[in-house]
Structures are given as C-alpha cells and as structure tokens.
C-alpha cells in the first residue's frame, strides 16, 4: 500500500495586538475571514493582546519561523499600532516611538521574506481612530488619565503606510478609511479604541478586498459531497488533487 499523502492547508496568519485577538469572538472580522475561507484555507489568529511592535518583532520569528513548513502560507496580516502609540508620560509600557515603529515593522516584513513569505503575500493594517472622550472614560476607570490621542494614532498610521509602500506591500489603511468623508467613526468603536460590530464587520469586508484576489484561485480542499464515488469513495478521497505532502 502507498503512503498516505497528508493534505496540507494553506494558511492565511492573523499577528497583531487585541484588535486580532479578539477578531474571533462573535461577530468578529477574523471569525469573518476564516467563514468565508473553510474548505480552502486555514485562518490563524496570532492576536497578542497589549502588544507592540517591539515585542511583536522579537516574537514573530517563533510564530512564522521555517521556509520548510510555513511555505503554505497564502497570506499574512500584520496589525500593530494601537498600543505603539500610547502616550510615553502616562504609558511607557507600551509605547514605542515612531521611527522606532516604522523600523519594527520594516523588520517584520523582512523576516517574512526570509523564510519564505513574500512581499505579495504579505499585508499592513494601520490602527483604528481613537475616540478620546470614550477611551478616557477606560482609562479613568483604570485609575490612569488618558492614555492616546487619536491625532497621535493618525501619526502612526501615516508611517505605517508609507512602511508599506517602501517595503512594496498592501496596507489596509483603517484610520483614513474609517474617518473619510467626515463620517462619525464612533460607531466602529465599542469603548473608544476596541472594534465594536460594525467596526468589525468594515474591517472585514475592506480586508477581504485585499484578501480575495491572494486566495481565490486556491481549491476547494477534499471534493464536494455530491462528487464522491459512493462505490469507491477512496477514488476520490485519497487521490483528490488538494495540496498534498
């Protein structure tokens, strides 16, 4: 008897702070993603919740690490910038200042390169708007003042687009597009910083604009019910033209 061949799915990788984290609860846009991806793609959420880019380049490489094994990946997100932003007086912690941003996520895009995910596959998203008045009101409740201004925000979402253009990959510009038109971006926010339905759902439906095209030539993986050989289902089962290892 042959070996059996294993089926490989293909990956698309979700890595970025809480905004990622929490896109697979209900109603979440990672949840959203992965829906629409079952049968051809695995959709992996590597949200680290508070991080920032600093801490999210020293990890990357034990989250995306082997050309040998990650070489199915189909496409990557990289979403930081929330928590980068942080104002340094009132949150060291999480803070990391702009150039030091921008170079971060130059590096990431870098060592994705290097085993193996290349640059077409790879796609940059901006923070969100901040709300102030809703997020000082977290923040209060916290014990701490306000924390970020979303002036700041757009700071960091400027040099995260222009991180992107000079390492020739998308971006998925949300502060912008989130604020276009003067149009109330509060309703995209559940406490001033974090998506709410709506937010999730736009992030979503604009990720997949850029999503679509990466992985829309992918097959369906294993045969459609209808299809299978009720008399010899192994025909079709075992030998389905599925990427296979």
């Known amino acids: 008897m042959s070996k059996l061949k294993r089926i490989i799915w293909p990956q698309v990788v979700l890595f970025g702070d809480s905004i990622t984290q929490f896109s697979f609860q209900a109603n979440g846009w990672g949840a959203e993603i992965a ?4 049968r051809k793609c ?7 919740s508070g991080y920032n880019t600093r801490w999210a380049k020293i990890a990357l490489p034990r989250v995306i690490h082997n050309i040998g094994t990650d070489s199915n990946i189909a496409a990557v997100t990289i979403f930081f910038g929330a928590n980068d932003c942080s104002l340094p007086e009132p949150n060291p912690q ?3 200042p702009l150039q030091e941003y921008t170079q971060n996520l130059k590096d990431m ?6 085993v193996g995910v290349s640059a077409d596959k790879v ?7 901040l709300h102030e008045p809703d997020w000082e009101k ?8 306000l924390n970020r201004l979303n002036s700041v925000a757009g700071q960091y979402a400027q040099a995260c687009v222009e991180a992107a253009g000079q390492c020739g990959v998308e971006v998925l510009d949300l502060w912008t597009l989130m604020q276009k038109d003067g149009q109330d971006f509060t309703v995209y926010l559940s406490d001033g910083l974090h998506l709410s339905d709506r937010g999730n759902e736009f992030v979503a439906l604009h990720l997949w604009n850029l999503l ?3 992985v829309d030539a992918l097959p369906m993986i294993l045969p459609y019910w209808g299809d299978v050989d009720n008399k010899n289902p192994e025909s079709c089962l075992l030998n389905h033209s599925s990427q296979e290892q």
Do not use: S, W, Y
């Not at 829906?35 to 079952?38: G, H, S, T, Y």
């Not at 796609?123 to 708007?129: C, M, R």
């Not at 977290?138 to 003042?145: H, I, T």
């Open 35 to 38: 829906n629409k991806l079952v």
């Open 42 to 48: 695995d959709v992996v959420n590597r949200g680290l």
């Open 94 to 96: 999480q803070h990391v």
């Open 109 to 114: 895009v870098a060592h994705l390169t290097t």
């Open 123 to 129: 796609i940059l998203i901006t923070p969100p708007p």
């Open 138 to 145: 977290e923040c209060r409740m916290k014990g701490c003042p």
């Open 212 to 214: 679509e095209r990466r």
